[in-house]
């Protein structure tokens, strides 16, 4: 049982190139979520799938676009890669119903350095 | 005010000691609270969730929660070394309408020394 998958682990940009990141679950869960980590700043949601079909922007959406493609994945792309977002990258996924939400189940992560 | 507070940290704790780990949150009405603890270079993997005030023991975890004052902790007992590491609490909004999004406190890095 692979849980998430992320796709790549590390990744060095230029500044102005694009790139996408990729997640994919096998737990059957109906929503995703895209965070980054900081120094410093915790985890911070860029976007999220609350099911298939949708997406919805998070605290930090400026400079990321999201798809989700099927049930299983969802995808983070950087049309233009800026220094500010040299971040630690994690994908995650929930099976949400009712009031008591799931926990989140983490990607192991991408590294992305944008010089 | 930030939406999750924890205690700043780092704590260091002798090995077999009790190490306290607090969290303080904003939104009233959060309904869903949990301890994720993260390995330097690792993801965040589930501890605890606790949802109903109280405390809820899972081995040498204790998780308590006291929606009245906004406030939940995490105990870890007999500390190991094993358990250094960051923790990260982590809280959602109103359940039914958060659709699962937690907010993450900045974490409270242990360390358990021998």
Same mark, same amino acid.
């Given at each position: 049982n692979a849980g998430v998958t992320q796709t790549p682990k590390f990744q060095v940009l230029k500044t102005g190139q694009s790139m996408t990141l990729q997640c994919a679950q096998d737990m059957n869960h109906n929503s995703m979520y895209w965070y980054?980590?900081? /120094?410093?700043?915790?985890?911070?949601?860029?976007?999220?799938?609350?099911?298939?079909?949708?997406?919805?922007?998070?605290?930090? /959406?400026?400079?990321?676009?999201?798809?989700?493609?099927?049930?299983?994945?969802?995808?983070?792309?950087?049309? @233009?890669?800026? /220094?500010?977002?040299?971040?630690?990258?994690?994908?995650? @996924? @929930?099976?949400?119903?009712?009031?008591?939400? @799931? /926990?989140?189940?983490?990607?192991?992560?991408?590294?992305?350095?944008?010089? | 005010q930030k939406e999750v507070e924890q205690n700043s940290g780092p704590l260091s704790v002798p090995e077999g000691a009790i190490a306290s780990l607090n969290c303080t949150y904003s939104d009233r009405v959060s309904q869903s609270f949990f301890w994720y603890r993260q390995y330097s270079g690792k993801s965040p993997e589930l501890i605890m969730s606790i949802y109903s005030n109280g405390d809820k023991e899972d081995g040498r975890f204790t998780a308590q929660l006291n929606k009245a004052s906004q406030y939940v902790s995490l105990l870890i007992r007999d500390s190991q070394p094993s358990d250094s590491a960051t923790y990260l609490c982590a809280v959602t909004n109103a359940g039914g309408t958060s659709y699962g999004k937690l907010t993450f406190g900045q974490g409270t890095i242990l360390t358990v020394h021998p």
């Open positions: 980054r980590q900081d /120094p410093g700043m915790g985890l911070r949601l860029i976007y999220y799938s609350a099911s298939e079909g949708t997406t919805d922007k998070g605290e930090v /959406p400026n400079g990321y676009n999201v798809s989700r493609l099927n049930k299983r994945e969802f995808s983070l792309r950087l049309e @233009s890669a800026a /220094p500010s977002q040299t971040s630690v990258y994690f994908c995650a @996924s @929930s099976f949400v119903r009712g009031v008591q939400d @799931s /926990p989140l189940h983490f990607g192991n992560g991408t590294r992305l350095t944008v010089t | -």
